[in-house]
């Protein structure tokens, strides 16, 4: 079945810092890659997404490259704001077949501080 | 658009008790799914769709049924409440054209005593 690891946090951080939040997976076919961010108190929104190999995935300052070889798409911003704190969720969704789910990372909480 | 939308926003019920919780999109898409968020366990799939009149389980079904009778409406039913059902719960909403990217409802905060 489809799976998805993602680092483990929680993970702080002083504002301007260089963050990396680690993501693999296990799946069968060509999944779509997704990262969502949910600030407190609110429900999901998509971040980025890369739908094939080598996509590279971007907004707001964080990107993620769709790698086949490695099976991961780590979530990097070079420059983080105290409005980054949130809980980051990898995803992969599979189609076709009896696989038409989306799989979820368990999250990462991240904290920025001034 | 109003997107994806979820009510209640916040229910207590009694074990035993049931009830439908409600899901809706203006987006013509054809898939939705039911997940339940609980602390440091991610988000986990109830139940899904792929277009009115098809269902199946995710990993997490039981307790819980759903149907689709149209392509705008989702609801989720709790047949039997019970404590372990306490949980927030999102709806979502997709289509193929986006590669599956989904939209996600403001969530229903659910206590069940």
């Known amino acids: 079945g489809n799976s998805v690891t993602q680092m483990e946090g929680p993970v702080t951080l002083s504002e301007e810092a260089f963050l990396t939040i680690n993501c693999t997976y296990t799946a069968t076919g060509y999944p779509s890659l997704f990262w969502y961010v949910q600030y407190p108190g609110e429900g999901l929104q998509l971040l980025l997404k890369?739908?094939?190999?080598?996509d590279k995935g971007s907004n707001k300052g964080f990107e993620a490259t769709y790698r086949k070889e490695t099976t991961s798409f780590h979530l990097e911003k070079g420059s983080v704001q105290v409005s980054d704190s949130a809980v980051y969720f990898c995803a992969l969704f599979n189609s076709g077949g009896s696989n038409y789910k989306l799989t979820f990372g368990k999250g990462t909480l991240l904290t920025v501080n001034p | 658009n109003a997107g994806v939308t979820q009510t209640p926003k916040f229910q207590v019920l009694k074990t035993g008790q049931s009830m439908t919780l409600q899901c809706a999109q203006d987006m013509n898409h054809e898939y939705m799914s039911w997940y339940r968020q609980d602390p440091g366990m991610g988000l986990r799939l109830i139940h899904y769709s792929v277009g009115a009149g098809i269902t199946d389980q995710g990993e997490v079904p039981n307790g819980y049924n759903v149907s689709r009778s149209t392509t705008e409406d989702f609801p989720l039913r709790l047949l039997s409440a019970a404590p372990s059902q306490t949980s927030v719960y999102f709806c979502?909403?997709?289509?193929?054209?986006?590669?599956?990217?989904?939209?996600f409802g403001p969530g229903t905060r659910l206590t069940v005593t």
């Open positions: 890369a739908t094939k190999a080598d």
């Open positions: 979502a909403s997709s289509w193929a054209g986006s590669g599956y990217e989904q939209y």
